[in-house]
C-alpha cells in the first residue's frame, strides 16, 4: 500500500489551505460588490452561497462524470473475477433476500463468497440457502464463516483474514447484483493503480402492490438512495472524495483489509478523541477514512452494470425501520465528519473541494433553519422592496429546484409517483428534526433500525468454517 510522504503531504495541505483563502475572498468581493450598502442583501447572499454553491459545482461534477471505461477486448486483463475476487457478505437473516443476493453474486462468477453469520442455529440456515446455488456455480468456492457476536464489524473480520485474493468486494445481505458487477467494480483498478477502493450507483427497488403508507416510506427510502447517488458522483469527479463509500456494495483492495493497522482499528473504533466506543455502525465511513488517510485514491463506478439494488421502506412496520435508520445515519454523519474534520484531518490535503462540500457543510445542513431565513433576509432587503414578487419568486423557484435536480431521475423512471414530491420535500424539513436528535445523542452507537438482540447466539462453540 502506497505511504504519504510527511513533507509533500504538508506542502499540498498549505497549497489547498491558500487556494480554498484565495476563493473565500473571491466571493467575498463579489458578494460585497452585489449588495452593495444593503447588509441585508450581503448576509443573504453569504448564507445562500454557503448552502447553494456546492450544488453548482456538484451539478458541474456530476454531467462531466466519466466512468472507468472497458480495455480493448484483445486486452491483458490484470484483475478477473474467477480469480482474484473474494465477495463476503455478513448475515444475520438467511432468508428470501438473502437467497437471491448470493445467487445473483454467484451469477458474477467470483473465486470464492464467504458467508459471515453468527451463531450456529443461523449458520446451519445459512448452509441450507446457499446449498442449491453451490450445486449450480461449482466454479465458485463458498464458505461459511462463524462468530458468536452479532456484529457486522465482527463478522466481516473475521471473514477478511481468511481472504486469499487480490481484491475483496464487501456486499450487505439484501442487495442484488446484475451479471456484469463483478466486471464492471475491476475496471477502476484497471484503469489506475493508484485506486484502492471502489463504490457503485444503488438503486432501491420499488416494491408494486404496496399500500399508500408503504408507498411513501418505499420512495422515500429510493429517493435517499438518489440524493446519494447524485452525491458520490458529483464530488468524486469534482476532488475524488466522497462523504462514503457504502458497503452495500464495494471493492477493496485485500492488502487494505489485511493491513497490520486494519483489522484492530476496524473492531475497535473509538470516537470522540477516544473516550467513547467501540462503535458497532460507521463501518463503511471506517474503511473510506483509511483509504484516504494510506493516499490511495477512491473511484466510484457509476455505470448500468455497476447498478446495485436493495429493499428500503418495506419492512413492517415501515416507518420503525426506516426512521431508525435515519437516526443511526445521521448519527453516523455527525461522529464521522467530525473524525474527518478534527481529528484524522487527511481530507483536507486529498479533498480540498470536499471539506466544503460534504463535511463542513453537512454540519449546518439543517433546510428547516436555513430555507427560513434565507426568506427572511431576503424579505429585509432593499431587492426585496423594489422587486417583492420577482425576488421571492426567483427563490422559491431555486429552492424547489434544488430539491427537485437530485431526484430526478427516480421520478423519470416512476412518474406515477411524482404525486410524492410534496412528501419528499416536506421529509427534507422533517429530517432537520431527526439530524438535531442525532446531534444531541451522537454518542448512542446502537445500530437501530434492527433487534440485535433477537439474534440468536450459540456460545458453546468455537468460530470455524464449513463449506457446503
Keep these: 500500500m502506497a505511504k504519504g510522504n510527511p513533507h509533500s503531504n504538508k506542502l499540498v495541505g498549505a497549497t489547498n489551505l491558500l487556494g480554498t483563502l484565495l476563493v473565500g475572498m473571491l466571493l467575498h468581493t463579489a458578494v460585497a460588490y452585489l449588495a452593495g450598502n444593503d447588509s441585508w442583501a450581503y448576509w443573504f447572499l453569504v448564507l445562500f452561497t454557503w448552502r447553494y454553491l456546492r450544488l453548482v459545482i456538484n451539478l458541474a461534477g456530476f454531467w462531466s462524470y466519466q466512468a472507468s471505461p472497458r480495455p480493448p477486448i484483445l486486452a491483458t486483463r490484470t484483475y478477473t473475477p474467477n480469480k482474484d475476487v473474494t465477495v463476503i457478505v455478513p448475515t444475520i437473516e438467511p432468508g428470501q433476500e438473502f437467497e437471491d443476493c448470493v445467487l445473483s453474486i454467484a451469477r458474477n462468477n467470483p473465486a470464492k463468497i464467504i458467508i459471515a453469520t453468527v451463531g450456529d442455529v443461523l449458520r446451519t440456515k445459512v448452509l441450507a440457502a446457499i446449498k442449491p446455488v453451490g450445486e449450480v456455480y461449482q466454479d465458485t468456492k463458498f464458505e461459511v464463516l462463524t462468530t458468536y457476536v452479532p456484529n457486522k464489524r465482527a463478522q466481516v473480520a473475521n471473514a477478511a483474514r481468511a481472504v486469499k485474493t487480490n481484491i475483496t468486494v464487501m456486499v450487505d ?14 475496471l477502476p483498478f484497471e484503469e489506475d493503480a493508484g485506486v484502492g477502493l471502489v463504490g457503485t450507483n444503488k438503486r432501491a427497488r420499488r416494491v408494486d402492490g404496496l399500500g399508500t403508507w408503504q408507498r411513501i416510506w418505499n420512495t422515500l427510502g429510493a429517493l435517499y438512495l438518489e440524493r446519494h447517488n447524485f452525491e458520490i458522483r458529483a464530488t468524486n469527479t469534482v476532488d475524488g ?3 462514503v463509500v457504502s458497503t452495500r456494495t464495494c471493492a477493496i483492495l485485500t492488502d487494505i483489509l489485511q493491513h497490520d493497522d486494519f483489522l484492530p482499528g476496524y473492531e475497535n473504533e473509538r470516537f470522540l478523541f477516544g473516550w467513547l466506543g467501540p462503535l458497532s455502525p460507521d463501518d463503511d465511513n471506517y474503511v473510506t477514512r483509511f483509504v484516504v488517510r494510506h493516499n490511495l485514491s477512491i473511484k466510484i463506478q457509476y455505470t448500468p ?19 431508525g435508520q435515519c437516526r443511526r445515519w445521521s448519527r453516523t454523519t455527525w461522529r464521522s465528519n467530525a473524525c474527518s474534520l ?21 454540519l449546518t445542513n439543517f433546510a428547516a433553519v436555513i430555507d427560513p431565513a434565507l426568506v427572511y433576509l431576503l424579505k429585509q432587503s432593499l431587492w426585496f422592496a423594489a422587486y417583492p414578487r420577482l425576488v421571492m419568486g426567483s427563490l422559491a423557484a431555486w ?26 420535500v416536506c421529509w427534507g424539513y422533517f429530517h432537520s428534526l431527526i439530524k438535531l436528535w442525532a446531534l444531541l445523542t451522537f454518542w448512542d452507537g446502537a445500530w437501530s433500525g434492527r433487534d440485535l438482540s433477537a439474534v440468536p447466539v450459540d456460545k458453546g462453540l468455537k468460530s470455524q468454517s464449513i463449506s457446503p
Excluded: N
Excluded at 399 to 424: G, M, N
Design 173 to 186: 445481505d439484501h442487495v442484488f447484483w446484475g451479471h456484469k458487477m463483478l466486471e464492471s467494480l475491476l
Design 241 to 243: 472524495g466522497v462523504f
Design 305 to 323: 452494470d455497476a447498478l446495485m439494488e436493495t429493499t428500503v421502506g418495506v419492512a413492517f412496520p415501515p416507518c420503525r425501520k426506516f426512521l
Design 342 to 362: 478534527f481529528t484524522d484531518r487527511s481530507v483536507y490535503i486529498s479533498q480540498p473541494y470536499c471539506v466544503y462540500a460534504v463535511f463542513l457543510t453537512s
Design 399 to 424: 429552492i424547489l429546484f434544488s430539491k427537485a435536480v437530485k431526484v430526478f431521475a427516480y421520478f423519470r423512471r416512476h412518474p406515477q409517483d411524482i404525486w410524492l414530491f410534496p412528501v419528499q
